[in-house]
């Protein structure tokens, strides 16, 4: 099967969106011909898992045999620069990916770059992508992962105007209110919390409660944040106080 090049890359892939990236390179090393899609579907394995060394060393050998880079295989070393911090690489790579290559970098490459930026607290660069930078108009998820990057970074005066650009893209998207509200949590704005917590109330907008499941024997049994009135919840509790 590996002569196949849609069967080799599909589980080059399997591998490593299963975690063993290890057995993703075995395959790929074995290929006797190695097309784009292959090495892409190898450099995406190491950038998921936050593998920068392997994915930016991947990258640059791949050019060195002969094989141009796409937009899928940019699209990998800069998730791996994301996952790794990997800053200045990340900004490199975009860089090459626009003015060596000649390609356009779609929204995904840039909410790759911009999630990296406000990761690393840089978030006044990464706002300059944004509004000057970008050739399409960002959308929901950029804006949202800089505001998420504003609470993590407490940046009250930058996350208050994103909130507001939010609100009017998307009115009733619950995430946005709540992390506005724990943004100014984070700042110690408590009349401004309320504020924000009955707007959503007036708007009936709810944080969906915290949830995780487990299947066992053919049925789901799920467990919500707070919730005591599940079947053999005293059984799970009584269990619980064992582990403690």
């Not at 579907?41 to 920068?52: C, E, L, N, P, W």
């Not at 060393?57 to 899928?72: A, C, I, W, Y």
């Not at 944080?207 to 053999?232: M, Y």
């Not at 059984?235 to 403690?244: D, G, M, N, Q, V």
Request: some cysteine; aromatic content about 10%; overall charge negative.
């Amino acid at each position: 099967f590996e002569d196949n090049a849609f069967i080799a890359c599909s589980v080059i892939d399997m591998y490593a969106k299963n975690g063993s990236v290890m057995e993703s390179f075995k395959v790929f090393n074995g290929l006797k011909e190695r097309s784009v899609a292959s090495w892409n579907a190898m450099v995406m394995g190491y950038g998921i898992h936050g593998r920068a060394k392997e994915a930016i060393k991947l990258f640059e050998e791949m050019q060195r045999t002969g094989h141009s880079p796409d937009e899928l295989t940019f699209l990998g070393v800069l998730t791996a620069c994301n996952h790794s911090g990997l800053v200045h690489e990340g900004l490199r790579y975009l860089n090459q990916m626009k003015h060596s290559f000649g390609m356009d970098p779609s929204l995904k490459h840039y909410a790759c770059v911009i999630d990296m930026l406000g990761r690393a607290g840089k978030l006044d660069e990464a706002l300059k992508i944004v509004t000057e930078e970008m050739s399409e108009e960002p959308d929901v998820g950029i804006w949202n992962s800089l505001l998420s990057s504003c609470r993590i970074h407490r940046n009250l005066e930058m996350g208050e105007k994103i909130a507001a650009k939010l609100f009017v893209l998307e009115p009733g998207r619950t995430e946005d209110y709540v992390l506005l509200s724990n943004l100014y949590a984070g700042s110690g704005k408590w009349d401004e919390v309320r504020k924000v917590r009955q707007r959503m109330k007036e708007m009936s907008l709810r944080k969906d409660a915290g949830c995780s499941w487990i299947e066992l024997n053919g049925k789901v049994f799920s467990f919500v944040a707070g919730e005591s009135s599940s079947d053999g919840f005293e059984e799970i509790k009584s269990r619980w106080s064992l582990l403690e």
